[in-house]
């Protein structure tokens, strides 16, 4: 298999990487890292399940401020509380969101989880006592591992144990994911996508199954919101804004959402394109909107669609 | 007190005919094409953005500035055929692909028209300066509302009118209501869909960029003003029923309205209500209040 040859040289690449390459481009790998995170579960919603959510960034935002919060108000600073707090508070909030949302599929439940993140983000932009509005709220570097990493400067902090801290993170999220789209209740869910009805008439209750899916991407997205937050120091509302939930799933389908592995090439290929094109032309947005038009039009399986010649077609037709 | 009243109801009213115009350019396409159009906000911001600028070329060319409207909604017009290269260029290659496709696709005009705005106009606000103030202020019930307010109502108002009949009494609108009907039996039937797409999806992108045309004046134009409007747009199509055009006048006068209360009464509330009666709509009546009827 080549399989774990690529992987085991992907692992490499990654631990061997603070040493290696530049610290500009370890600071990019930082985002990378929390979007993958992210992008694991959203793809469980979207390649997995087949809903398309364009609310997601909700969860992000719920992760970051959780992370912003407890460690600016509260003064919990230690990632290791920081993490599963977020991961609870996506639930919290997933749990009736999604309950109401996958009562409906296709346009309807776009339509639905949209509402729904603009609803946060409104909350985030007027209620300026609890939020911050605008500005938002600053995230205080957390201490990882019990430790505050006083000696080291904030470039350093970053490129070193937090580095390492998201990439364990990271495969963590992977290696779970892995197992839960392997397990029974990723084959259901794979059911349901392709067919509800026989999906219904083995016995799985499809809407249950459905919202298992949403909660799981949701804590998904809230690990990886308070992942987010910490390179960038400051969390405010557009987190949680509907374009942000368009560009990760942008991401996805970059990558290819067929594939499991697509989300995270998605989330690679997207931070460090972005950051060429806005090198040499400010106008990233013409050139990724370029991009997205071509993919949906020729590309459907995105680059991994690309790269997977042989495997079978993707899948994109109305059934 | 009615003065205060009829001043927060007619600032309503003013939003809800622009929120009409572009819900109105969004449901067409929905009932015809079935595609959710995301950037149908960016063709509001695009609409805007140029009449700002046939304005500014009227005007410094020696028009008379009581005449401005016209080159504005020309501009406004104009600009909307754009569609044409939209639809032809991108949207006809995804008729047949799944919803989340089409959706993305027109996200990705949404980021593309973004930039091009801001390449094009810079990042700055522009705006028509007080020109609108040329045809004076009315006196209403004690409160003063801007002649050009009315204006655009009045013109809305019989938009919603023309569309109205353009779809029931007319040939095109037969055709229109029997494609958004059943695609297959008015293809078997001789109609040619490529070119009822093309026109159908021209109209809305048409109706987009003028209300964002007849905005202009009473604000400025901001490169962000489309991604803005598009969730209310959005908001209203979902109050409103998608693809009904009853329903996105009622859906905008509903938005409009409510927002404009809801900003003198309590601003924090402003568009976080109605996105709960969005989300109350979705929940208890996803079809919205009209949303039956196709086109």
Redesign the interface.
């Given at each position: 298999m080549r399989t774990p040859v690529v992987l085991s040289l992907v692992g490499i690449a990654f631990l061997g990487l603070p040493v290696l390459a530049p610290t500009y481009y370890v600071t990019l790998m930082l985002p990378f890292m929390a979007y993958g995170v992210v992008l694991l579960g959203l793809n469980l919603l979207f390649g997995y399940t087949g809903l398309?959510s364009?609310g997601h960034a909700l969860f992000i935002g719920i992760g970051a401020y959780t992370g912003a919060v407890l460690t600016t108000h509260l003064g919990v600073r230690h990632m290791e509380l920081i993490l599963p707090a977020a991961a609870l508070a996506a639930a919290v909030v997933a749990a009736p969101v999604g309950a109401?949302c996958v009562?409906?599929v296709?346009?309807?439940f776009?339509?639905?989880t949209?509402?729904?993140g603009?609803?946060f983000y409104?909350?985030l932009l007027?209620?300026y006592r609890l939020t911050g509005g605008d500005e938002g709220m600053r995230m205080l570097r957390p201490y990882l591992l019990g430790s505050e990493w006083s000696g080291f400067s904030k470039t350093a902090y970053l490129i070193g144990p937090y580095y390492y801290f998201s990439l364990a993170v990271l495969v963590l999220a992977t290696l779970l994911m892995w197992r839960i789209v392997r397990s029974p209740f990723g084959l259901c869910l794979k059911t349901i996508r392709d067919n509800p009805l026989k999906a219904e008439s083995l016995g799985v209750s499809v809407p249950r199954y459905r919202w298992y899916a949403f909660m799981i991407s949701a804590v998904y997205a809230g690990v990886g919101g308070a992942l987010l937050a910490t390179p960038t120091g400051n969390v405010d509302p557009t987190l949680a804004y509907?374009?942000h939930s368009?560009n990760i799933?942008?991401m996805v389908?970059l990558g290819g959402f067929s594939s499991f592995f697509g989300p995270l090439l998605g989330a690679f290929a997207f931070i460090f394109l972005q950051d060429t094109v806005m090198s040499v032309f400010p106008?990233?947005?013409?050139i990724?909107?370029?991009v997205?038009?071509f993919i949906?039009?020729f590309a459907?399986g995105g680059l991994m669609g690309l790269f997977a010649r042989r495997r079978r077609p993707v899948e994109?037709?109305?059934a | 007190m009615t003065a205060n009243l009829v001043n927060i109801l007619m600032g309503g009213v003013f939003h809800a005919a622009i929120l009409f115009l572009v819900a109105a350019g969004l449901q067409v396409v929905f009932g015809v094409q079935k595609i959710?159009n995301?950037a149908c906000g960016s063709f509001y911001a695009l609409g805007a953005y140029t009449g700002v600028s046939a304005v500014g070329y009227f005007t410094a060319h020696g028009g008379p500035p009581a005449l401005f409207i016209i080159p504005l909604a020309l501009g406004g017009l104009a600009v909307g055929l754009v569609g044409v290269v939209v639809e032809r260029g991108?949207l006809r290659?995804?008729y047949?692909?799944?919803?989340?496709?089409q959706?993305?696709?027109t996200?990705?005009?949404?980021?593309?028209?973004?930039?091009?705005i801001?390449?094009t106009w810079g990042t700055a606000p522009v705006s028509t300066g007080g020109l609108y103030l040329n045809y004076g202020q009315a006196r209403i019930l004690g409160a003063t509302v801007p002649v050009y307010n009315l204006i655009v109502i009045a013109a809305s108002l019989a938009i919603a009118l023309g569309i109205g009949w353009l779809l029931s009494r007319t040939v095109f609108g037969r055709i229109i209501r029997a494609a958004a009907d059943n695609r297959e039996m008015a293809e078997a039937l001789g109609v040619d869909m490529r070119w009822v797409y093309v026109r159908v999806f021209t109209l809305g992108t048409m109706l987009g960029t003028l209300g964002g045309a007849l905005v202009i004046p009473a604000t400025a134009a901001m490169s962000e003003m489309g991604?803005e409007l598009i969730?209310e747009a959005?908001?209203v199509v979902?109050i409103g029923g998608?693809g009904s055009m009853r329903g996105a006048f009622v859906g905008a006068l509903v938005v409009g309205v409510l927002r404009s209360v809801a900003i003198s009464v309590y601003?924090?509330?402003?568009?976080?209500l109605i996105?709960?009666i969005?989300?109350a709509v979705?929940?208890w009546r996803?079809r919205g209040l009209f949303g039956t009827a196709a086109a």
């Open positions: 398309v364009f109401l009562r409906y296709k346009i309807y776009g339509m639905l949209l509402a729904f603009m609803v409104t909350f007027k209620f509907w374009t368009g799933v942008f389908l106008y990233w947005r013409l990724f909107g370029a997205l038009a949906v039009i459907p994109v037709s109305r | 959710f995301l991108l290659f995804v047949d692909r799944d919803e989340t496709f959706l993305l696709l996200f990705a005009l949404v980021l593309m028209l973004e930039d091009l801001r390449m991604i969730v959005f908001a979902v998608l601003p924090e509330l402003e568009m976080l996105y709960l969005v989300i979705l929940i996803p």
